[in-house]
């Protein structure tokens, strides 16, 4: 049973566009809710979280939008660039569960110069 | 300041064989958990090493085992290799102290079973 779905699975848009992400979860357990980038040949890199009592959260070119009662989440990348064309993964935690990271299927973006 | 490290980079076993991988964690960090992510997937945990104990163990058979010693760095240990194996497997470090859930992974081993 697949506890974090993720959409879409690839995604491709041009230099400057908003690609935006989702995910969705089940659990009203988790309270912990990651964002990681992965590029071919490497380890996911975190790139952004959020926990439940905020509904957006932004660093930099990345935003995480958070919606508790729809139990949706997801990522936007501003004025997107070539560079951020890798794969994004979205993740849930659960409360007192700190090692056990739910990780959704990943979208694979690619940002056309 | 080292992040995750992880060795060896790539190794080829074949069905049956036992394998070992290694893990040193982020400095400062105390938790070690490793993944396994099959290829086009999302990483799967194992399961997570605290003070020298596993902690948490996610749906894997026994014959994946760990071990962490007490510099914090940890061993995944796999048995009796079977070609579903095949992967990248992640290792992970957190610290255990403090409200901070921050999983910072390693570039990963990649296992390839024959």
């Known amino acids: ?113 | 300041d080292a992040g995750v490290t992880q060795s060896p980079t790539h190794l080829i076993k074949t069905r049956g064989q036992q394998v070992t991988l290694r893990c040193s964690p982020k400095s400062g960090h105390d938790t070690v958990s490793w993944y396994q992510q099959a290829l086009g997937q999302g990483p799967q945990f194992i399961f997570q090493y605290y003070e020298e104990e596993e902690r948490q163990r996610g749906n894997f058979p026994d014959r994946f085992s760990g071990h962490q010693f007490p510099n914090y760095s940890s061993e995944l240990n796999v048995n009796a290799l079977l070609l579903g194996d095949s992967a990248l497997y992640l290792c992970a470090s957190s610290p255990r102290t403090g409200a901070s859930y921050e999983q910072y992974f390693g570039p990963g081993t990649r296992l390839t079973v024959t």
């Open chain 1, 1 to 113: 049973q697949q506890q974090v779905k993720q959409s879409p699975q690839s995604l491709i848009v041009q230099k400057g566009g908003i690609p935006i992400i989702n995910c969705a979860y089940e659990n009203t357990a988790f309270d912990y809710f990651p964002w990681y980038q992965q590029f071919p040949g490497k380890g996911p890199a975190l790139l952004i979280a959020i926990r439940p009592d905020v509904s957006e959260k932004k660093e930099g070119r990345f935003t995480i939008s958070f919606n508790k009662s729809a139990k949706q989440f997801s990522l936007h990348i501003m004025d997107s660039q070539p560079g951020d064309s890798a794969t994004y993964f979205c993740a849930a935690q659960g409360r007192g569960s700190q090692g056990n990271l739910i990780f959704g299927k990943g979208t694979k973006l690619s940002v056309k110069p």
